[in-house]
């Protein structure tokens, strides 16, 4: 079974461009989630979709961040424009259904440097 | 709100040595815990988890027991190996059903021959 996967591993923008990041769950996998992990701080909670509609996008920081989900397969978020505090690393992980939502799989994240 | 709170690294230790990494949270309620662990080059994957008080997880030879009364659950391996060189983290269930994870900020373990 393939894991959850993300494109790209790494992104390097500048200020003011705009950056698209993707994530395909596991198959099959209703529940998909991404978080951030900004240099030396905690993991945090970013927005929750079950299938293709947002359960919760509390963690979202502001609306330069648009994150969707097509027909409730790959997710993308996209930064618009991005700003120097955006900088660090995007995960995405999935869940099979509610019954098991808090045993999640995570992809390997994608690194964004914006300079 | 619901936090983690997580020993701060980096941990550097010989092979065969002990590890404890702490871990202790603040939540309403007895929420289920977690240890995850990222692998250089990977996702986080779960390590093991306890979903109630007295609870044991393990796996990989790594253990953590639920307690309670101290609101801890900290991870404990015998003999590391150059292998379980990783970061460790430490998570619990948000405080609404939504299924979003809290973590703590992490720590790094490197392990020497």
Known sequence: EAG????????????GQTVTLRCDPISGHDNLYWYRRVMGKEIKFLLHFVKES???????PNNRFLAE????????LKVQP?????????????????RRHYEQYFGPGTRLTVT | GDSVTQM?????????????????????????LFWYVQYP??????????????????????????RKETTS???????????????YFCAIPSGGSQGNLIFGKGTKLSVKP
């Open chain 2, 8 to 32: 701060e690294g980096p941990v550097t230790l010989s092979e065969e040595a002990f590890l404890t990494i702490n871990c202790t949270y603040t939540a309403t309620g007895y929420p289920s």
């Open chain 1, 82 to 98: 991005a700003e120097l505090e955006d900088s660090g690393v995007y995960f995405c992980a999935s869940s099979q259904d509610w």
């Open chain 2, 41 to 66: 080059g990977e996702g986080l994957q779960l390590l093991l988890k306890a979903t109630k008080a007295d609870d044991k997880g393990s796996n990989k030879g790594f253990e953590a027991t639920y």
């Open chain 2, 73 to 87: 659950f900290h991870l404990e391996k015998g003999s590391v190996q150059v292998s379980d060189s990783a970061v």
């Open chain 1, 69 to 76: 989900r097509t027909g409730g397969t790959y997710s993308t």
């Open chain 1, 54 to 60: 947002k359960q919760d996008e509390s963690g979202m």
């Open chain 1, 4 to 15: 959850v996967t993300q494109f790209p591993s790494h992104s390097v923008i500048e200020k």
